[in-house]
């Protein structure tokens, strides 16, 4: 079975400062992984997934992160941080097939809380 | 804007009463997920369908049921409801299950 730890629930961060957020992964099998981010009183919406190739990948808003299969993490970056970014942040895996939205599991979210 | 709407946005009842919430997926998605969203919990699972049957099913109590329509909408039905159902209902959609889930803004359930 999958998990996925992510093991922050609150970063505070000061504008215009990087921040990561931390998350960790198992699995038996190959996976997919996926960032969601929540705003106050919305939806879920997808901000970046690693479904193969690169080990970098970019989404939207300015996010990156990292897929690493030996520590079985795939922490978010973001070089500067901005007001608007302050959310929900969600990680999640998925072993289904295509890695589409069949089989996901979240992690607990971590609240980014930027400061000015 | 996702293109999934849920409604209701909020919903307020009392304990041993019964609710349905309903869910319209992104024209042309045939894959209905549902998601329960609490403090404790975090995000979980509760059932999927595709095309109108029941595909995959998470942490869904016994007291709780749903069903995808012919018009490719869902319902989720909630029972005999409990304090501890008080939470942030979640509906996606995605066009099959290997394609990207869309989330609709949820439906705040509290129970009282």
């Known amino acids: 079975a999958q998990s996925v730890t992510q093991l922050d629930s609150q970063v505070p961060v000061f504008e215009e400062a990087p921040v990561e957020l931390r998350c960790n992964y198992s699995s038996s099998v190959s996976v997919y992984l996926f960032w969601y981010v929540q705003y106050p009183n919305q939806g879920l919406q997808l901000l970046l997934k690693y479904l193969s190739g690169s080990t970098l990948v970019k989404g939207i808003n300015g996010f990156e992160a990292e897929f690493n299969k030996s520590q079985t993490s795939f922490h978010l970056r973001k070089p500067s941080v901005h007001i608007s970014d302050t959310a929900e942040y969600f990680c999640a895996v998925s072993e289904g097939s295509g890695g589409g939205a069949d089989g996901l599991t979240f992690g607990k979210g971590t609240h980014l809380i930027i400061q000015p | 804007d996702s293109g999934v709407t849920q409604t209701p946005k909020h919903l307020i009842t009392a304990t041993g009463q019964r609710v349905t919430l309903r869910c319209s997926p992104r024209?042309?998605?045939?894959?209905v997920y549902w998601y329960q969203q609490s403090l404790d919990q975090g995000l979980q699972f509760l059932i999927q369908y595709y095309n109108g049957e029941e595909r995959a099913k998470g942490n869904i109590l016994e007291r709780f049921s749903a069903q995808q329509f012919p018009d490719l909408h869902s319902e989720l039905n909630l029972s005999s409801l409990e304090l501890g159902d008080s939470a942030l209902y979640f509906c996606?959609?995605?066009?099959?299950?290997?394609?990207?889930?869309?989330f609709g803004q949820g439906t705040r359930l509290t129970v009282v």
């Open positions: 024209s042309g998605d045939l894959s």
């Open positions: 996606a959609s995605s066009r099959r299950g290997d394609t990207e889930a869309f």
